[in-house]
């Protein structure tokens, strides 16, 4: 487009329209300094019409139809050194040019004849019209002081004193301006070291906001955005990015400025993903659904695992933003694996900000995953959680999915696991779990109403809760260091303790109040929780009920996972067991006690037990018989360790004396210990 013509289009006026002719003039005067001393041409015919805007805002030098070669060190020639000089206007034309003095011209500068030009430039810009004649540049109204001693040197009459175009880009004064001096700045990027570019690219914001907001849009943030594209850009300038596409429609946003930051989530610079993370809101929303779940959510999802704590809880609140695009196989299939690991990670505010997470997502799963999923996460690990505002947000996630469960899944597996909180240590998760128990009790007692009344349809809590009543607001933010750069701020320890805030958000008392799901921001210091006792570092997980370790060291037998195993029938205690087998014997039949004579000794444990039926049971008892057998050669029940084991099962002892055997075997008595020793001894001896 015309010069002139973008000038009006734009209607820029005072400080804004100075720059950008600034700007301009700068760029055309590189031009004609190129052509007149690197390549030793003459353009013949700068004027305002020789000037034409690019679509970002650039001059560029063109009719070149006049265009010759400076030929000063050819004294003998004597023709016209420009042959289509007639094409240029008369009053364009400096005196020699008029007068067709080609000796003359020749033994200039070859800057001469093109300085004469920028001068005429210069006054068509700041008049706001064409030179009509040579002597209306005299009129030096319009021009900034700044530049116009250089003006005048410009179209001094004497070609040899004119002013070198490429001493008119060291005027410093005038070129000086914030508009030149971004630009510039983006144009030689490479060359500027990281602290050069970090400084720049955290004032450029401000400094945009002061700059024509058509330049900026349409020259400023191209640059950005390349810049950024290829690496040159450090992570500040995304922020400067997404700044200057506010300002742009939302179509021309997801032309200009979109392309560039999905690329950027494949970047492996810490502190671009950082800044993106941070600034996921501001462009979530832009992104269709296919975008996000196949070229950005990849990316993203490696800062689930990553190393740094700050990195893993950008990933985890990005997710708010990104989850509802997703689709269900990648909901399901990684996701929620994610998620899972991330329930047990070792920071508690990741962990309190899993739960706020999953339930703000739990409309976006479909039916099977919720019920296999939610109560789970909620009951078993949540409410179990050491750290206190995990186990608030657990409850407030529940009261917050009411409207997912049925009666029975609130009456067998939320209340019975929310109703032991209302003895919990922390004042506020008592008074979440009373609410939640109030608001849990509400809805069955609104569906047993419906149920009697003959009313069908009805599950869960849609009669008493609204289908979304709003989102779960963060619980916390403990891993951000407020006052750091970014990248800096990505690689900080996790071990670092900064403020918490407890999950907070009171569930409604009544089933006609809509609950309130927004979670308050309760600051706490690091003391409040140093007599909490840390929890194990957990394991990775491949799925909600594949966990292996606990949250809780008191629930260390209960398993962990999303997916619970039935519960087992208790057994009966021993005392209960003796007496349900003495119900069994039959009480007519008498007892043989000759036969506890021949059996092995009984423990001490059965031994009490049978003392214990024979006290409970002694009235049902059969009577003793009438002849009693002869007793067998016992010993005492309680024996040391040296005595024959089996005595008490030995035979008794024989009437008549049988001469014993010279051998000493057979029934006979028992021959001496040291006569059987030494013969062994000797037996041992012989056989060596």
């Known amino acids: 487009m015309p010069l002139s013509d ?68 050819n004294g003998s020639a004597s023709g016209p050194m420009l042959p289509f000089e007639w094409l240029v206007g008369t009053q364009y034309k400096p005196m020699e040019m008029v007068k067709s003095d080609w000796v003359a ?71 000086q301006n914030k508009l030149v001096d971004t630009i510039h700045f983006m144009d030689i990027l490479n060359l500027k070291d990281s ?119 950008l990933t985890l609140k990005s997710m708010l933003v990104l989850a509802p695009k997703l689709s269900q196989r990648t909901l399901s299939g990684s996701l929620l694996k994610h998620l899972s690991k991330l329930q047990v990670d070792e920071e508690p505010a990741i962990r309190t900000n899993t739960t706020i997470l999953l339930g703000n997502i739990a409309t976006y799963l479909n039916e099977g995953t919720r019920k296999r999923v939610l109560i789970n996460a909620f009951t078993v690990r949540a409410l179990r959680d050491t750290f206190p505002p995990a186990r608030g947000a657990g409850i407030v996630a529940l009261c917050a999915t009411s409207t997912t469960y049925d009666d029975t899944e609130i009456a067998t597996r939320i209340l019975p696991n929310v109703v032991v909180l209302t003895i919990d240590q922390d004042s506020e998760v008592r008074s979440k779990a009373f609410q939640a128990v109030e608001q849990f009790l509400q809805i069955l007692k609104q569906n047993y109403e419906k149920t009697n009344a003959g009313e069908t349809g009805a599950t869960g809590g849609a009669s008493a809760i609204p289908e979304t009543a709003g989102l779960i607001g963060w619980a916390m933010s403990s891993l951000t260091l407020k006052g750091k750069p970014l990248d800096q701020a990505s690689l900080a320890s996790s071990s670092s303790a900064p403020s918490l805030a407890a999950a907070a958000s009171n569930a409604p008392s009544t089933a006609t109040e809509a609950p309130s799901v927004r979670a308050s921001h309760h600051t706490r ?63 007519s039949q008498p007892s043989r006690p000759a036969a506890t004579s021949s059996r092995p000794k009984i423990s001490t444990a059965k031994a009490a037990a049978k003392s214990e039926d024979d006290d409970l049971w002694g009235s049902l008892a059969a009577p003793q018989p009438a002849t009693t057998s002869r007793p067998l050669n016992l010993k005492k029940s309680v024996q040391s360790e040296d005595e024959d084991p089996w005595a008490a099962i030995a035979a008794p002892q024989p009437t008549t004396r049988a001469k014993p055997l010279s051998s000493g075997r057979g029934r006979g008595a028992k021959p001496a210990a040291p006569k059987l020793g030494a013969q062994r001894i000797n037996r041992t001896s012989s056989g060596m």
């Open 195 to 313: 602290v050069e570019k970090d400084t720049f690219f955290r004032k450029l914001p401000n400094v945009a906001e002061q700059l024509p907001r058509e330049i900026v849009l349409k020259k400023l943030l191209p640059l950005l955005a390349s810049s950024l594209e290829f690496g040159s850009a450090v992570a500040p300038a995304l922020t400067a990015l997404l700044k200057m596409g506010s300002w742009l429609s939302t179509e021309d946003f997801k032309v200009k400025v979109l392309p560039t930051i999905v690329k950027l989530f494949a970047s492996n610079d810490r502190a671009i993903r950082v800044s993106l993370l941070q600034h996921v809101d501001q462009f979530g929303e832009s992104m269709s659904g296919q975008i996000v779940d196949e070229q950005v959510y990849p990316h993203v999802a490696t800062g689930f695992a990553d190393t740094s704590a700050f990195l893993r809880e």
């Open 105 to 175: 011209i020749r033994k200039s500068p070859p800057w001469a004849i093109d300085s004469w030009g920028l001068g005429c430039l210069i006054y068509e810009l700041f008049s706001g019209s064409k030179l009509g004649k040579t002597e209306e540049l005299r009129n030096t109204v319009g021009i900034p002081k700044s530049l116009l001693p250089d003006y005048q040197r410009l179209l001094s009459s004497m070609p040899s004193r004119r002013l070198n175009t490429s001493k008119l880009l060291e005027n410093g004064e005038y070129f």
């Open 6 to 73: 973008k000038i009006k289009e734009l209607g820029l006026k005072a400080t804004q329209r100075d720059e950008y002719f600034a700007l301009g003039l700068h760029q055309i005067t590189k031009a004609v300094s190129f052509l007149n001393n690197d390549c030793k041409l003459v353009h013949g015919n700068v004027c305002l019409a020789s000037v034409v805007v690019t679509p970002t805002l650039d001059w560029k030098l063109h009719a070149f139809d006049v265009l010759s070669e400076f030929d000063g060190s």
């Open 525 to 587: 210091s690091n003391s409040d929780f140093t007599d909490q006792p840390a929890p194990p570092s957990p394991t990775s997980t491949d799925g909600w009920g594949d966990t292996e370790n606990g949250i809780s060291e008191g629930h260390d037998s209960d398993k962990d996972g999303w997916d619970l195993d039935p519960i087992d029938e208790p057994k009966p205690s021993p005392a209960l067991s003796n007496i349900q087998a003495a119900q069994k014997r039959p009480v």
